[in-house]
């Protein structure tokens, strides 16, 4: 067989296969092209596959695009400004064109920033971008992990992924964190100078690392350079890589998808790629870029030629570090002094280690652990391609708002003395209310929200067994007025009782069968208990039984129009708890417990 | 089909068999769980039949398209025509460069004529049936896992790694330790591993300035130079201060005298700076703070012992340094002590002095390292 015709006989397979994305007819300029490709990569049957993959739609699925978009834009921007940008600590008299500068000393990074905000036509355009779009970034990632998190889509076959994608959040803080210091203005410059105090704060090497980072003492004139490499090359490879493990595991898993009819745990409902999702997604990128751009082109963020170069025997009152570090800043502000101590002559400064050095890596630890632990308590081994509504996930869902509660509050924390001027309040007191807040508020939040995910669930049961409320006012025969509902359809229905409520797993008995102590008995109570602390209140999903039995129930409006005292009329509202009287729980024994909760 | 738990039979999954799986034989043999009712029937949009509706649509996307364009030029007339000194002041953002702006609007408008366009031409014309794609489950089938463990088990086999123990163990030596001479390197040429603990500890109070002689030369005696220890001197003038100087309540930025001519001035800065403020003397609680100040004048490290802001912020009526970081605060009148914030210590107290001349200076450095705590802070 000669070459040519293997190349036909090809292309001629690839058409057969499907006309419609074959290269249009007898090839034309752009099938010449791709076929020539194709002969020397075979390329073909990898773009087929990727072009036909279906993407299910829904607006939370948009912040992990967000972010990916947000990543493009600062990469693109992050280019531009290194054509100006002097990673040089080097002393330097400015007499470029803003006034109040001419011939005040500063550090050539500096010099050079100013030169882009002033100088350089549409430098400043572009600095602004790459700032706002940092905070876009990583607003996005928090968005995106949230929604990853309430809906499940950490649990297997994920796991991997949200580890990933909690690498990714991490580093991109400490990206965030290196780029606002490279201005090296007056902010900036502080910032720098309390990271070197939360290093000094580390048992035995902190002093060391903060010399080896610094080139010697503070500031010296290697941090700036340094920061640089990192900022421009190491972070951003580590980061472009890393994200592009996370995408492919996205397309080997597949997008998961929320419950509604037609989805199942073994398919993907949604848009192809070739053309839907492919303009949708490329169109947002244009919307997201556009929209950061309209932020960038009106609102001032960072203007450093109005804070000076950095000196290290002045500050600015109210400085405060970017938002995704303001937790950090926070904690720094609550932790109390008494946390300082000496041992042997030894310095422990708890005070500072626990808010700069300790929490990010304990909270990503807890995070990064959460899939594993969850999947522990509910022994649950089956892969999970449809997301949990969070109202069905009462435990997890609450265990999710308190942390981001205590997130929060570290938050609000760094505004402290912000608060104090604008509310004209004591400092002491504002940070006294937050450091009791830390403690008292998660819980209580905890409480709330699982409390609040339960009356959803029931009002959803609601709704299944008696419709919705229709707004229709009937008067019957005898002159009692009812509202009419409307009973759901098949499709409806489904997404509101497609869930399964875990039930809390059963304690083994602690000796087999001869009476031994078995081993493992002891993980086995703390299992079960964790188990039933997670689904001892629960709401289980309607049954097409409890729904006929409603129906006769309600649907009989001749029923009660002959029973026209005020109990019966309970039964044409009725809440989950008449219905769960009867035989709305399915576990007796279990539905004391959630009633009185 | 079993009951059981394969990894394939997901809770949907069994839903799907519906009648199949276990029904409650007390109800009248209804299903124990509702069955997924499969896609909703498709609803057609407006302009999958009316052609007219498609044409809007096909004009609403150009229309877009063309917003882009058009931005797109006059982002390049804004850029060759709008001064850079120029300024407009827009509502809400306040007076803003006028090129800045105009650039940023233009660009704005340029990227989401582009994105809106594609969306809405996404939303409206194209096909809006959604398609289903199967699923399967990650686990590689047994056959698989076995061939992959197969090759692995074939290649160490042949290498005869397991056999020979020898090149085991050196190789996983040499492994673990290859990357120590590019670790050594990297953190060995970072910074200096020597008098790092002193660096901290010290401060430019600690060393003393070379008396100069009428002709400007340093004066010598007996072939060193003679030297004294630093005056206090204004930052940033640099000029020095005298006892007088000091009216009640008055506060003083210092730095010390001959600061600017050392190899790194920021870093002295960083440790020496020092903030001269005077009360009446009956306020102060502290007699080694009325020993080591001058009538009620008093000079503390600027340095915050938390992470190292300088103190900048003086409150006359109470007598509190505040550190505008964290909020730590310091009262003055008792050693600087913390009453209130995160820091721990009290700022370190510099003693002062007057000289013949008239002018304050320290006579030795800080008793005590300034700044952030660190571990060997106290040995
Ligand atoms: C550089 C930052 C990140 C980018 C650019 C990014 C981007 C994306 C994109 C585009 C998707 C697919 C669509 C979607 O669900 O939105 C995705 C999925 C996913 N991301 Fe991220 N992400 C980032 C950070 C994170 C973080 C911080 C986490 C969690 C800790 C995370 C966890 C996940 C998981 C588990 C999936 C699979 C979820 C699913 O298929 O539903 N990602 N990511
Ligand atoms: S640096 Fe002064 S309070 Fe933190």
């Known amino acids: ?597 | 089909m079993s009951n059981e738990h394969s990894p394939q039979e997901g809770a949907v999954a069994n839903e799907e068999s519906g009648g199949v799986v276990a029904t409650r034989d007390d109800e009248q043999s209804l299903p124990a769980r509702f069955s997924n009712p499969g896609l909703a029937p498709h609803v057609h949009r407006l302009g999958d039949s009316d052609e007219k509706a498609a044409r809007r649509s096909e004009r609403q996307v150009a229309g877009l398209f063309t917003l882009s364009m058009i931005a797109t030029v006059l982002f390049i007339v804004a850029y060759f025509t709008i001064g850079e000194k120029t300024s407009v002041t827009l509502p809400i953002s306040g007076k803003v460069g006028a090129l800045h702006a105009a650039l940023g609007v233009t660009l704005a408008v340029s990227l989401l004529g582009i994105g809106l366009g594609a969306i809405h031409w996404a939303k409206t014309l194209m096909s809006d049936t959604e398609v289903v794609e199967e699923r399967h489950v990650q686990r590689s089938d047994d056959e698989a896992r076995d061939g992959a463990v197969k090759v692995v088990m074939d290649g160490v086999e042949s290498s005869q790694f397991k056999r020979r123990p020898l090149i085991k163990y050196t190789l996983g030596g040499a492994l673990g330790l290859f990357a120590l001479p590019l670790g050594l390197q990297l953190v060995g040429g970072l910074g200096p591993a020597k008098d790092v603990a002193d660096d901290l500890k010290t401060t430019l109070w600690d060393s003393e300035v070379p008396v100069l002689g009428p002709d400007g030369k340093p004066e010598m005696k007996d072939g060193k130079p003679v030297t004294r220890p630093r005056r206090l001197m204004r930052d940033p003038e640099g000029t020095a201060i005298r006892l007088s100087d000091v009216t009640l309540g008055s506060v003083f930025h210092v730095l010390p005298e001959g600061i600017n001519d050392t190899a790194d001035p920021l870093n002295q800065k960083v440790k020496a700076s020092v903030i001269l403020i005077s009360l009446e003397e009956d306020k102060i609680k502290s007699a080694r703070e009325r020993n080591w100040g001058l009538n009620g004048v008093v000079a503390f490290s600027k340095i915050c012992t938390h992470v190292g802001c300088p103190v900048g912020l003086y409150e006359q009526t109470t007598h509190h340094l505040l550190c505008p970081c964290h909020q730590s605060t310091f009262d003055l009148t008792e050693d600087c002590k913390v009453v209130f914030g995160p820091a721990k210590r009290p700022l370190p107290q510099l003693e002062i002095k007057v000289d013949d001349a008239g002018y304050l200076y320290a006579p030795h450095g800080f008793e005590e390292p300034v700044g952030p705590s660190f571990w060997e802070r106290d040995r």
């Not at chain 1, 580890?163 to 991109?172: F, K, P």
């Not at chain 1, 070739?274 to 490329?282: L, R």
């Not at chain 1, 709704?463 to 007025?481: A, C, D, N, P, Q």
């Open chain 1, 1 to 597: 067989m000669s070459d040519t015709t293997t190349a036909r006989s090809t292309a001629d397979a690839l058409r057969a296969d499907d006309k419609k994305e074959a290269p249009a007819g007898n090839g034309g300029p752009v099938g010449a092209v791709a076929n020539w490709v194709d002969e020397r990569t075979g390329a073909a049957k990898g773009v087929r596959f990727l072009l036909k993959k279906v993407f299910p739609d829904h607006w939370s699925f948009m912040f992990g695009e967000m972010a990916m978009y947000s990543l493009v834009v600062l990469l693109i921007t992050g280019t531009f400004l290194t054509f100006w940008f002097v990673p040089s600590m080097g002393e330097t008299t400015y007499n470029g064109s803003y006034v109040p500068l001419q011939g005040v000393q500063m550090s050539e990074a500096f010099a050079s920033t100013v030169k882009i905000s002033m100088d350089v036509k549409g430098g400043l355009l572009i600095r602004q971008i790459h700032h706002w779009s940092a905070l876009i970034f990583l607003v996005s990632i928090a968005l995106h992990m949230f929604r990853v998190f309430f809906t499940g889509a950490f649990r297997k076959p994920r796991e991997l992924n949200w580890i990933i994608g909690l690498l990714l959040a991490m580093l991109s803080m400490v990206e965030g964190f290196i780029g606002y210091s490279l201005p090296d203005d007056l902010l900036s410059g502080t910032g720098i100078r309390a990271m070197q105090g939360f290093i000094l704060s580390i048992p035995v090497v902190g002093t060391y690392i903060s010399y080896f980072l610094f080139g010697g003492g503070f500031p010296g004139h290697d941090i700036i350079p340094r920061f640089f490499t990192i900022h421009v090359l190491l972070l951003p490879a580590v980061l472009v890589g890393l994200f592009t493990a996370h995408i492919l595991l996205v397309m080997v898993h597949k997008h998961t998808q929320y419950p509604g009819p037609g989805r199942t745990n073994k398919n993907v409902v949604g848009f192809p790629l070739m053309p839907v999702y492919a303009a949708k997604a490329g169109g947002f990128f244009f919307v997201v870029f556009g929209i950061t751009t309209l932020i960038a082109g009106l609102v001032t963020i960072n203007p450093i030629w109005a804070y000076g170069p950095y000196e290290p025997t002045m500050v600015t009152a109210g400085s405060q570090p970017d938002w995704y570090m303001g937790f950090a800043d926070g904690a720094l502000r609550l932790l109390p002094g008494f946390l300082e101590f000496t041992v042997l002559g030894f310095t422990f400064s708890f005070n500072i280690m626990i808010g700069a050095i300790l929490m990010i890596p304990i909270l990503w630890t807890i995070m990064g652990a959460y899939p594993f632990v969850e999947a522990w308590v509910t022994g649950d081994k089956n892969e999970h391609h449809i997301l949990d509504r969070p109202r069905n996930q009462p435990t997890r869902t609450g265990l999710g708002m308190a942390a981001i509660t205590f997130y929060g509050i570290l938050f609000a924390a760094c505004g402290n003395d912000i608060m104090a001027i604008k509310f004209n309040m004591s400092i002491n007191d504002i940070t006294r209310a937050f450091q009791i807040g830390l403690i008292i508020m998660p819980p209580i939040v905890f409480w709330v929200t699982k409390r609040l995910c339960l009356s959803l669930q029931r009002a959803d049961r609601e709704m299944v067994l008696h419709g919705r409320e229709s707004g229709r006012i009937v008067r019957t025969g005898r002159g009692k007025f009812f509202e009419a509902h409307q009973n759901l359809d098949d499709f409806q229905r489904w997404p509101l009782v497609a869930y399964d409520a875990h039930a809390p797993i059963e304690l083994p008995s602690a000796t087999d069968e001869n009476g031994v102590r078995r081993k493992g008995a002891r993980k086995d109570r703390m299992r079960a208990r964790l188990s039933h602390y997670y689904f001892k209140d629960r709401i289980e999903p309607v049954t097409p039984a409890e729904l006929e039995a409603a129906h006769h129930d309600g649907q009989a409006h001749e029923a009660i129009e002959s029973h026209p005292d005020e109990a019966e009329q309970g039964l044409m509202h009725g809440g989950a708890e008449e219905i769960g009287e009867a035989h709305a729980y399915g576990h007796p024994g279990e539905h004391a417990d959630a009633g009185k909760n």
